[in-house]
């Protein structure tokens, strides 16, 4: 059985970092991309960031270029979001996600973060 | 990067059909056909609905129905359940790895 799930949501003062963690099991890791998704509370989802099986390629929505970096660790079948400069419209819960060629199949339940002073 | 155009809301009494519209550019919906629908119950993860404009995945009933017309995808419920209630959300390959979703539509079973 596919599972993903995400740790490290917490409530950060704007400026502060995070990084964020998604653990996967059932499938096998190393062959796939990887992405994050986001929703802002009481809001749409929005896409964040992919990551190509061997992390050699990733990419990004604009609006958090320069500051978040999506990594993984193959051997600990990991997906990683560090993310800085956060701000406050960077409150959403993060979502992981497993990505086939044009979609997102198998989803975490997601992880709270939230910026505020 | 601009959100995928979804109707904020559509309802129908049960067992009649619903259609949700997503509409795109060239550049994401009318240039590939990887567009993909979720649902999303509140406070839970999404689930995949729909890939490849009209594929189904394995456990998805076929009253769920997906299609494309130029830069619009569509959605379509048919014999609407009660808990076919929910919000769903298209999505679209934009190109260069990346990927935008729809603003969301909240589906109501009257």
């Known amino acids: 059985e596919v599972q993903l799930v995400e740790s490290g949501g917490d409530l950060v003062q704007p400026g502060g970092s995070l990084r964020l963690s998604c653990a996967a099991s059932?499938?096998?890791?190393?062959?796939?991309?990887m992405t994050w998704v986001r929703q802002a509370p009481g809001k749409g989802l929005e896409w964040v960031a992919n990551i190509k099986q061997d992390g050699t390629e990733e990419y990004y929505v604009d609006s958090v270029k320069g500051r978040f970096t999506i990594s993984r660790d193959n051997a600990k079948n990991s997906l990683y979001l560090q993310m800085n400069s956060l701000r406050a419209e960077d409150t959403a819960v993060y979502y992981c996600a497993r990505v086939r060629p044009g979609y997102h199949d198998y989803w975490g339940q997601g992880t709270l973060v939230t910026v505020s002073s | 990067q601009s959100a995928l155009t979804q109707p904020r809301s559509v309802s129908g009494s049960p067992g009649q059909s619903v259609t949700i519209s997503c509409t795109g550019t060239s550049s994401d919906v009318g240039g590939y056909n990887s567009v993909s629908w979720y649902q999303q119950h509140p406070g839970k993860a999404p689930k995949l609905m729909i890939y490849?404009?009209?594929k189904r995945p394995s456990g998805v009933p076929d009253r769920f129905s997906g299609s494309k017309s130029g830069n619009t995808a569509s959605l379509t419920i048919s014999g609407l359940q009660a808990e076919d209630e929910s919000d769903y959300y298209c999505?679209?390959?934009?190109?260069?790895?990346?990927?935008?979703f729809g603003t969301g539509t909240k589906v109501t079973v009257l």
């Open positions: 490849d404009v009209t």
């Open positions: 059932g499938f096998t890791f190393n062959i796939v991309w």
């Open positions: 999505c679209s390959y934009a190109g260069s790895y990346t990927y935008v």
